[in-house]
């Protein structure tokens, strides 16, 4: 997902239930055509930034608003910045998760983010 704060990639692969070490190729059909989990991805990168728009932006190392002030949406996120943190997917018992993956950090929960 080039270009897109890796605050909303752990974020929106989250709510997809798909796990950040999932290969990108492996969500499309040897045709070249979206898998089912690839458009649940889709749909939830327009979901968690239309959250993050309508909370004004998050301040996490790389946002700031226009008028210089903090965003709110960091008080919405799922699993970035939450490691060891119970999973906050209803009835889910996992317990969220940091990796580093190409030098950026990601978080995620292994019970919910399974291979699609
Ligand atoms: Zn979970």
Not at 1 to 7: D, K, Q, T, W, Y
Not at 43 to 63: E, K, M
Request: proline share 4%; net charge positive; aromatic share 6%.
């Amino acid at each position: 997902m080039a270009g897109l704060s890796n605050i909303y990639v752990a974020e929106a692969l989250h709510r997809a239930h798909i796990l950040p070490t999932v290969l990108a190729g492996t969500l499309v059909t040897s045709k070249g055509k979206p898998r089912p989990a690839l458009e649940d991805l889709a749909g939830a990168v327009r979901q968690v930034l239309a959250d993050a728009i309508r909370a004004g932006g998050s301040t996490l190392r790389d946002f700031r608003n226009t008028e210089g002030g903090n965003g709110y949406f960091q008080h919405n996120f799922a699993v970035y910045d939450r490691e060891g943190v119970l999973c906050a997917t209803p009835l889910c018992s996992g317990t969220v998760e940091r990796i580093v993956q190409s030098g950026r950090l990601t978080f995620f929960c292994l019970l919910c983010q399974e291979k699609p």
